[in-house]
């Protein structure tokens, strides 16, 4: 850049300021960043405040290393066999230490992972099972209305017998909830079929079967405010 | 000179490097699982200071929210004097009869194989031979020294063996209700009307199963297939 002192002359003759040639660059730098930051913002909000970012793939450390892929995959056991208040109440209960005892009492009772199963066996305590899935509690949820209407477990918790750690798959969003209140054919199977995971109910069925269950028993989930937060 | 000045460039770097933080860490969130919850910035009322069922209360001695009732009193409702229906016993002895409240129906039938499909069929097998998938994984564990860990696994009984189709039908429901020797009680997770059904459906595999070995000519071998073959 040159400078007065460059010049010979009276110090008073002012200096032009000549902008310098990569100034040229400058315009064509901000119309750029003009349209690519809203682009840049947009994308990182949207997808960093989505609930599938959030919530989708929550894996706590449970107490006791619990497999599902065992117990409900390859020992082929119903999920009622130990959820079983799924069909008849909102909540599907975590199972006792009861119902752990009726085998482990005699399959691999030694075993260093079942400690803490004896331990609250003898004193009577509860396991700390940490919570995986869980909504608001201004929202409220009813497992026996899905279950009993032909929406699978599959369908919310995703396949379950084949995660040694359980873990969220779905966002559990009032979007992501609405979205099937709105449209539930697609969601729908059998009933004998609800804790069959592997059953797929786009592909192991037609779309008029499907209608079919929709239509004969009157499914019409409500959209109504009231019904999720009451 | 026809680029920006190193200043400028070294900024713009900068500020393009610092912008792919955010995508890189969006990325890993969405494709790899946390252990640690999502932190709530904004509360709203997701956490309200009330209990739901399972959770914890620090101020009970056990910790738990649920209580259970106190020891020596009976809720309304919950009685339970009719022994026939709730204990399987009938005249200081075990019923040979269904009671009123669950007569053998169709109905009663059907659920009885659901029922029993859930809770049975793991140990005892779909028919009730004592083949489930739990009894042959046992027996595998039982048999790896490295995997056994104390594993004493007792066989479950096949239920067409003659002294249980001797069985009167309440001894039946209390094997259920409260358990024997090795096998556990089923009482907390199966209800009562549901234990008749299960019992009404293990009456109809036996007859069906007696059936089946009184025409089939491998008479004693257990017939797996026998669903299928019933006319």
Request: proline residues 8%.
């Amino acid at each position: 850049m040159r400078t007065s002192k460059d010049i010979d002359g009276p110090l008073e003759t002012p200096v032009r300021f000549v902008f310098p040639q990569w100034s040229n660059l400058l315009l064509p730098t901000v119309i750029g960043a003009i349209l690519v930051v809203p682009i840049y913002a947009a994308l990182v909000l949207t997808y960093g405040l989505s609930p599938v970012t959030h919530n989708v793939g929550y894996m706590p450390i449970q107490p006791i290393p619990f497999s599902h892929k065992i117990h409900a995959g390859e020992l082929g056991l119903d999920c009622r066999y130990c959820h079983n208040t799924v069909e008849y109440a909102a909540k599907a209960a975590i199972p006792p230490t009861q119902t752990c005892m009726t085998c482990h009492a005699q399959v691999q009772p030694e075993s260093e992972a079942l400690k803490p199963l004896w331990e609250s066996y003898g004193e009577g305590t509860a396991i700390l099972w940490q919570r995986v899935h869980d909504l608001p509690d201004y929202v409220f949820f009813d497992h026996s209305a899905h279950v009993e209407r032909g929406v699978g477990c599959a369908t919310c918790h995703g396949r379950i017998d084949e995660m040694d750690v359980v873990f969220q798959t779905q966002p559990l969003s009032m979007g992501w909830c609405l979205e099937c209140h709105r449209d539930p054919e697609p969601n729908l199977r059998p009933l004998d079929e609800i804790t069959n995971l592997a059953f797929d109910s786009l592909r192991d069925q037609t779309a008029q079967v499907r209608r079919g269950l929709l239509d004969i028993s009157h499914i019409s989930p409500s959209e109504d405010c009231s019904t999720c937060h009451r | 000179m026809n680029t920006l000045p190193r200043p400028f460039l070294f900024v713009l770097i900068g500020i393009a490097i610092v912008a792919m933080i955010p995508p890189v860490i969006i990325m890993r969130m969405r494709s790899t699982n946390q252990t640690q919850p999502r932190i709530h910035w904004i509360q709203d009322m997701d956490n309200q200071p009330k209990f739901r069922a399972q959770h914890a209360n620090s101020l009970f001695a056990d910790g738990r929210a649920m209580r259970q009732p106190v020891s020596g009193t009976v809720a309304r409702g919950e009685l339970r004097a009719d022994t026939h229906f709730f204990q399987g016993i009938a005249n200081d002895a075990w019923a040979t009869m269904f009671p009123d409240q669950a007569r053998e129906t169709p109905d009663l039938l059907a659920r009885g194989q659901e029922q029993f499909t859930i809770y049975c069929t793991p140990c005892h097998g779909p028919i009730g031979y004592g083949d489930g998938p739990v009894n042959q994984r046992a027996l595998a564990v039982m048999g790896d020294p490295a995997r056994s860990k104390g594993t004493t696994w007792v066989e479950p009984k096949s239920i067409h063996d003659a002294d249980i189709i001797a069985q009167p039908v309440g001894q039946l429901f209390n094997t259920i209700t409260n358990g024997v020797r090795t096998m556990g009680s089923y009482k907390s997770r199966i209800s009562v009307r549901d234990r008749w059904a299960i019992v009404a459906y293990m009456r109809e595999l036996q007859q069906r199963e007696t059936a089946n070995r009184a025409n089939a000519p491998s008479v004693g071998q257990p017939n797996n297939q026998s669903e299928g073959n019933q006319p």
